[in-house]
């Protein structure tokens, strides 16, 4: 039976708060550590990402430590050298174990890359370490924010594949019975909907198409679930090619085709292990503003091809664009509430509905969500200016 519809569930995963960073004090970090006043530079780049963080005489007595998804990250600072780690594994003891290393050095590890895996005894951790008078503010950041995430990825797949035993990993918590629920029957649904979606792929023999099936195959789940785990890993390893738009559009189906038979079969014993809620104390979301929004959605190629898609009856092809770019607004990026709740009111009143009605009311909801954002720059730019006005008139009169 050919796909009529689209649902858009309402999601089980939590969005994390937003949070919004001072640029002002990574500005000031950068300007101390110019200077040569180092614990400043570094102290300054912890309260722009971290909001609060504590004082440096505390980080040298007792380390500074926070809980980034699964990983729990610790930062000392010994005489003048800065240190970082995320325990990884406890290696395998038996046959797996070299394969193991191999997997640290090609995969975990780099020439270019900021933190190494390190090997005592069978413990792996993630490293970093660097004097602080090279320690720039913005090198900081990028390894606070990028180790976590790393650390993640090898160490679920390590335990997985290697039989690798999880060191002092932050656990997520537990679904709700009605969470459970929940999030059971939308992977049953996403992935029906998604091989109904490669048929239609199959049929069309169109590369625009294919690309907007296989962002929604990857994104609709991260805005869906919260997946936690082997499964996250997976599942970017397939998406890696069938996201590929460089690639081959005969191996992309080939790997969606894959990817979709091998998660319809994973048993709901291992389905519920992989799901729960992790704690972020850097929000993994990209910051939601306004020009996100008018470049998903203003004038340009994007818009005139929904435009000519719907002009020329290909209604199906139009709705799952503007679907697919509604679910990745709220699932790569945190918004205002005032934002974030119109534009859940787009998918809400589009789900389920025909792929006709459904481009109609996603392309209404897209031109007032830009109207909206850009009124309220205008008047932000308005109120800015009046302050500028007074400022400038401040300084002539001193």
Request: glycine share 8%.
């Amino acid at each position: 039976m050919a796909l009529s519809t689209l649902t858009f569930h309402q999601p089980v995963r939590r969005t994390p708060p937003q949070t919004t960073s001072e640029f002002e004090l990574r500005d000031q970090a950068i300007e101390h550590y110019a200077a040569g006043e180092l614990d400043a530079a570094v102290h300054k780049t912890l309260l722009h990402l971290f909001g609060a963080a504590p004082t440096m005489e505390e980080i040298r007595r007792d380390g500074f430590r926070f809980v980034q998804g699964s990983s729990r990250v610790t930062m000392s600072i010994q005489g003048n050298e800065v240190t970082i780690s995320v325990p990884l594994v406890r290696l395998p003891d038996g046959p797996t174990t070299t394969a193991a290393l191999r997997y640290l050095l090609s995969r975990a590890s780099g020439s270019g890359q900021l933190h190494q895996p390190r090997l005592r005894a069978d413990d792996v951790r993630l490293e970093f370490r660097e004097a602080l008078e090279r320690l720039h503010p913005v090198k900081l950041l990028e390894v606070l924010r990028g180790m976590p995430g790393a650390a993640d990825s090898a160490d679920d797949w390590m335990i997985a594949q290697f039989g690798a035993v999880a060191l002092d990993r932050e656990p997520a918590e537990a679904l709700t019975a009605e969470e459970m629920a929940r999030a059971l029957e939308i992977w049953r649904a996403h992935w029906q909907e998604i091989e109904e979606l490669l048929k239609e792929v199959q049929r069309k023999r169109s590369v625009w198409f294919l690309n907007e099936v296989t962002s929604h195959a990857r994104g609709n789940l991260r805005y869906l679930l919260p997946l936690t785990g082997f499964l996250p890993g997976r599942l970017n390893e397939s998406a890696a090619l069938f996201n590929d738009s460089d690639a081959d559009p005969t191996r992309r189906e080939a790997a969606l085709g894959k990817c979709i038979k091998e998660m319809r079969a994973i048993d709901e014993g291992m389905l519920r292990e992989s799901l729960g809620h992790a704690r972020y104390a850097i929000s993994p979301m990209g910051e939601g503003t306004a020009r996100v929004i008018v470049h998903y959605f203003g004038p340009g190629n994007y818009s005139e091809t929904i435009k000519r898609l719907r002009a020329s009856g290909k209604a199906m092809d139009a709705a799952l664009a503007l679907g697919s770019s509604f679910v990745s607004l709220l699932a790569h990026y945190a918004w205002p509430e005032d934002i974030a709740t119109r534009v859940r009111a787009a998918l809400d009143e589009a789900s389920g509905r025909p792929f006709p009605e459904m481009a109609a009311i996603l392309t209404r909801h897209a031109r007032d969500l830009v109207d909206y954002v850009e009124s309220a720059e205008e008047d932000e730019d308005e109120d800015g200016g009046d302050e500028g006005d007074a400022a400038e008139a401040e300084g002539e009169a001193q």
